[in-house]
Every structure is written in structure tokens, then in C-alpha cells.
């Protein structure tokens, strides 16, 4: 797409690029979703992890696309967020620059919301600024003479509440009528803000002007040397609007820059201390003209609650409290959820085998499809759920609380406070957890976090466990009949990743994602009723977000997974079992039980020759020489291989290579006699108790679970990870299970 | 004029940023969120075992390392005048809404 000429465009058909930007705690969000509706994208900026929103509506006939910038505090780009900001103002992005910017302060807190208002005003584009949060503004006593301040700053600006949708309509027309002005105007530069020479003054004015002055004997046209890019061309070193002009420009405006620099540093007026403090003093002395307050700042009710939730000893309580009822909401409801999702799945499937004879066709929908859309949809209950909660504390402005809280604690592992609850939601699921890595804002941070939240010891691990423990541990009692043997080891493998990830974060940390720790500079937002809204949306968007991104990897890979364990082989005899069973069964069950039972152990038989002969079983076979010094035979392998898409998988699989038919659970007396039983060519038994927990410890450190990798791969937008993820964790779990075998057989 | 630094002070205390030093990142970044010679800023409260500190900046409550509050000299309260280009309090713009 190219930039069409603002002045042959008809307005019917053109759609006009709004963008919002504001201040983290501007509401740009709420005021984003109550502009937008309904019609939101979510995706991700080319090359970066930064999340892209586009909402689409109509405003007085005309159509508009709406583009949700990060929330950033500056133009002066430090982290992928502010760099993608500027990229798209700019529009060197790979798309054209916007028709308008609306640009979003916090009413109340003007001092410095405006600083970054200044910077948006030298863009080469028509700026509404809209004070939000107007009702909170002037409940605290603080008056803004708007007509005064747009004619200070020369732009228009609006008051808004999005949160009560209070003068959106007015910032509708506004958007409306500056459109419209800015396509019948002759200028081609419609507007830049008149008064930018006001804010830097002095030495830096005059160096701008002479890079202005050299780019334009050098040849540059216009558009690509406008007063914004020259003035962020000098005052970030090393950013991209620099890289994009000495790109154009040659190495003579690089040496004019470093010359500029030093000129100014003579003077006494540094990079990048200079423009802060001349924003700043122009941004003081606007305010003194167009801003009253009422009453000296007094106690507010933020301050009163705070002085309990951000209490060294009792707001830590607190906090840990919330936390952790997060945590054990999300682990005990999604189990009913999940369960009546598999009641779902279960009854689909059902429905399949009663309308169809058996064969592949109704093999693959009931093992293959069904299976793999389960796969997606179990996950859903727990990533809406977490998300409710994150939207809550984000939106009510206790979320950079809890940060600022737990920072210290999360310093151990070389993180920040935002990781500790999607950490934490790990231990329930890695797969909303990851997820809510979004809320963490460094980006080496947020990948350590996303790269050992997999080790947490998730629910799914949880049936492995109990199903080992019950077959292999002793009931015995250790410290006289106090400590439970059985539940010390189930406590001891749900920690053992906890433990693990400390050393894997600080090596990661060291290694791969290594760098200066990032300033944590953290805004305590005023607290305020959250939105229904608001958190709907966002549980809404996480939820598509994950069906659609990475639902249908996970689908793709049950699918595979279904195919590689049924093929090669003949199904026949397999196909005419069930056939037999399910017409005496609907004959008359009980008067043909002891007929069914004969030709369901056969069946059982049957379904476990054609796991081992197929593509799964031969590769299990294959590996046997590699996890012999873990203590498995071939059939663990299988088993191992089997459950690459869930961990939990496992159960089932072997199940159905011991003969038991894969609807065992780890409850099963029949398993786990047959696993007892289970021994090698030479007599002696497979499972021994080193054989269960090198079993276990393979399971609390191994990445099997495909739903994990394809989270990873869509969170970090790239494959490198989700790789990277699989062959750590499958080293860790590998050597973790040899030394354990290893070391117990020696006991 | 004593130096003192943003992170030597007290829960309650109120102090004037006279200068921000460290590296430029975390000095730029610092700046930008208002942290500039001739502010004033308040200490709210620490965080448990020794986390980060709760300041209130330009009526923004902001939270910091000790790392970070220890790039920022400040002096105390006393003793400060706006700087040149202040605006005396009769020429203050009142609003007509």
C-alpha cells in the first residue's frame, strides 16, 4: 500500500489511520475499546513481540482504523514498545504514517502526562489531545481551561471519562472535523504544532536548524527531514530515527550529529538531560496559565488504601493472599470445567461411533479430531479464568502493587515483581501463564519467565505422580508415623521445577538473555472500580487469541500424533471387534457380558500390536537403547513419545500397550497391578522404586506437552524458543532421570 | 547545601531533585518521568526486605530500586527557589468553564 495524496482521496472510501497514544494509566485502553466496539485484531508488530491493535468502526459515514500504540512515556525509544510507537507515527513501518494522533493524557496528572504530549505535537501530523479521566480530575479538585490550553499548544483538545463514556461523541466529531480539514487544506503539511521552538530553546534549537539546514543541501526531501525526525535524530544516539536519516543522509550528517553533541555538551546542555528539563519548564510554566487546584494535595482515598496494601508486613500478607487465591481458584475450578469440557468431548465422540460403523474415517474423528479440538478447548476455561483475575487487578490498579511487592522476592531469580504471578498461574497451567507474561514489560525478563514457567509443577504432571506413587511408594510413615511417605515424594516432585528453575533462571539470565537488569521504574496508578467491560474484553481477546494462534498448531499436532500411532498397520481385525462388541452390547449388554469381555481382551490385544508396530511403537523401540540407563523398557519409551502432546497422556498409552484399553486413569487398579507385573525378556520386574521416581523426575522437568511449546511460540513470535524450550527441558529431565535411577539403584 | 541521595531518605520525607546521575538509560529514562533539577518529591513507603521505594512525583506515585534512587541527588525541602522562568502566582490563568 502506498500513501495516497490526501487531496484527489474521496472520503467515502478512504479509511482514515487513527492512532492512540498516552501514558501507561491513561485508559488509552478503556477509550480504545469504547471507540473501537467490538471489531478489535490482535497480532503482533513485524520482528517484535510488541502486541498490535487495530479496531475498526465508522465514524459520520467515514471509515476508521483505529491503531492502539503501547503505552509509553516517552518518544525517545528505549524499549521495543516506544520504538514501535515511533516507527508507526512516523510510518517508516511498513505502512503509511497515520492521518491523525490522538494523544491521551491522565487529567490528573497533566505535570507529566504532557511531557509526552510535547513530543507527539512535533510530529508531522494533526494531533487531538484528549484528557481522560476528566471525572477523577476534577473530583480531586484539579480544573483545566481546555480553551486556554488549545490555544497555548494550537490543537484541539477534548475531555473525556471513557469509563463512564463521557465525551466520546465530542472526541468523535473532533476527529470527524479535523479529518475533514485536514484533506480540503491546501498545505500539505497540515499542521504541526506552531509553538515547537517555544519548549527547546537555546543551543539545541539552533543545532536542529542546522541539521535541517545540512539535509536539505544534501538533497533530502522534505518529508524526510521534518523538524520531528531531525530533533529525534539528535537527541536519541543509537535510535532508529537516527539509523533512518544517516541511512538517507550519508556519513556527513552522522559526524554533523556527533559535532551537534559535542556542541551542546559544551554548552552545558547534555543529551539526553536537556530536553527533559526544557519540557519540563515549558510544561510548568503552561500549567501555572491553564491549571488550577482547588485544595492543597491532601490525603486521597489511593493513599488511604494504600497505607494498608503497600504495608511492609500487611500489604505483603494481603498480596500473597490474592496471589495465591488466584492461584488455587484457578487450579480447583478449571478441574469441574475441564472435566465437564472432557464430558463434552466424551458425549461427541460417543455420538460419532453410534452414526458411523467402525474404520479410519471414525478412528480419526473420534481419536484424531475430537481428541485434538479437546486439546484446545480444555485449556480455555483455565486462560479465561486468569485472565478475569489479571484484568481486575490491572484495571482496578493493584496488578503494579503486587509487582511492587514481590520485587524483592523475584530479585532472587534475577526477575522482576511482574513475574511472580504468571509464574505463579504455571503451577496450575504453563499455558495462561506464559500468556500472562504480557504483563511483564522487559522483554529479557518477560523470556527467562516465559522460558522456566514450564518447570512449574502444572496439574497435568499431577496424574503421573499419584499413579506412580500409588503403584511404587511404600505407605510408610517417616519421623515416627508423623510424615506420610507417599505425600512427602508427591511434595517433593511438585517442587523439584521450582528448584530447578532457580539456577535456569540465573544461568539464562547470564547466557542467552543476558544485559544490565532494566530500570524498574514502576507507576502506582490512583485505584478505581475496574470495568466489566474492560475485563471482558480482555478475557475475550486472550481467549481468541489462544484458539487462533495456537489452537490450531495444538490441533495440528494431536492429529499427527493420532496418525503416527495408527499407521502402519492393519486395523481390520481391530475395525470388526468393535463392530462384534458394539452389536452384542446393544443387543443386550448383561446376557452377553461374559462374550463381551472375551472379545474386549482380544480387542485390548489387537489396539496394543498395532501401537507397537506403529510409526509410534517402532520409535519407542528405537529409543530403548537411550532410556535403558533411565531404567525403561521400550514400553515406557512408547509411552514417553506418545504423550509429546500432554503429559498426561502417558496413562493412556500405556494402558493400552499393557492390553488394558486406553480408557485406563491413574486411579486404575488394573494399571498399576499390570505395571507391577510388568517385566524385562530376562524375568525381573521393569518398575522398581528408582525405575518411578526416575519416571517422575523425567516428568517434572520434560517439555511434553505441545500446547506449552506452540504458547511459547506465539508469545515470543518465533520458533527459536519454543525449541530451545524443548531441548533444555528434555536435557534437564534426561539427566535428571539418569542420576536418579542411577543413584537409587544404588541403595 | 547538603547532597543527599532520593534513596538516603525517609519514608515521609520531602525533598527538591537537584541532579540525576548513573548510567543514560536509566538517567534518561528517570528524567522523562519527571525526575528534573527543581521537582519535588516525596517518600511514600519501602517495600518488604528491602524492595523498591514508593515516590510521589508530579502528583504520580512512582516506584523505584534503591539502585535507581540512588542515580538522584536531592536537597532538603528548605531553601529552594523556582527556578528563573517561574511564573509569579498573579499572572495564574483562571479558568473560565
Known sequence: ??????????????????????????????????????????????????????????WAGRNIELIDLPGTYSLSPKSPDEMVAVQVLTGCCDEPKPDLIICICNASALDRNLYLATQVLEVDCPVILCLNMWDAAVHSGIKVDTESLSRELGVRVVATSATRREGLEQLKAAVVESLAKAETSENKSPQSFPNASRILNGPVAVEIERLEELLSTLGIPAAKRSPFLVTRSLLDPEGSVECLLTNDAGPQYRSALEESRRVLAAAGDEIPGVEATQRYRFIKQLLSRVQTRSTAPSVTLTDRIDSVLTHRVFGFLICLAVLMFVFSTIYWFSQPISEGVEGLLGWASSQ???????????????EGIVAGVGSVIVFLPQICLLFLFIGLLEDCGYMARAAFMMDRLMGLLGLSGRSFLPLMSSFACAVPGIMATRVIDDRRDRFVTILIAPLMSCSARLPVYVLMIGAFIPDANLLGGLLPLRAVVLFAMSTLGLVVAVPVALILRKTL??????????????????????????????????VVRAGTLIFATSVIVWAAGSFPGSHVRQYELTAK???????????????????????NLQNSQLLQGSILGQAGKAIEPFVKPLGWDWRIGIGVIASF??????????????????????????LRDTLRAATWPDGTPVFSVPVAMS????????????????VIRRETNSWRWPVFSFVYMTVLAYVGAFLTYQIGRMF | MNTLRLADLTPGASAIVTAISGASRIASRLMEMGFV???????????????????RIHNVSISMRIAEAACISVTNDSGWSEPAAATPASELHVAAT
Open chain 1, 695 to 710: 519416571i517422575m523426575v523425567f516428568f517434572a522437568l520434560c517439555a511434553q506437552c505441545v500446547s506449552t511449546l506452540m
Open chain 2, 37 to 55: 533539577p527543581g521537582v519535588a518529591v516525596q517518600v511514600l513507603r519501602r517495600a518488604p526486605f528491602g524492595g523498591p521505594i514508593q515516590y
Open chain 1, 645 to 670: 502432546p500432554a503429559r498426561e497422556v502417558v496413562i493412556a498409552t500405556m494402558g493400552t500397550i499393557y492390553s488394558l484399553g486406553g480408557d485406563v486413569d491413574e486411579e486404575n487398579d488394573g
Open chain 1, 581 to 603: 462388541i458394539e452389536s452384542l452390547q446393544a443387543e443386550d449388554e448383561e446376557s452377553n457380558a461374559a462374550a463381551i469381555e472375551e472379545l474386549s481382551a482380544e480387542l
Open chain 1, 352 to 366: 460419532v461411533s453410534d452414526s458411523m460403523a467402525p474404520g479410519p474415517l471414525r478412528s480419526l474423528l473420534t
Open chain 1, 1 to 58: 500500500m502506498t500513501v495516497p495524496s490526501p487531496s484527489i482521496r474521496p472520503a467515502t472510501t478512504h479509511t482514515a489511520r487513527i492512532a492512540l497514544i498516552g501514558n501507561p494509566n491513561t485508559g488509552k485502553s478503556t477509550l480504545f475499546n469504547a471507540l473501537s466496539g467490538l471489531r478489535v485484531r490482535t497480532g503482533n508488530y513485524p520482528g517484535v513481540t510488541v502486541e498490535k491493535r487495530v479496531g475498526r468502526t465508522q
Open chain 1, 513 to 546: 538473555l543476558r544485559g544490565e537488569p532494566s530500570p524498574f521504574l514502576l507507576e502506582l496508578p490512583d485505584y478505581r472500580m475496574p470495568s466489566a467491560r474492560i475485563v471482558l474484553m480482555r478475557v475475550w481477546e486472550s481467549g481468541m487469541a489462544f
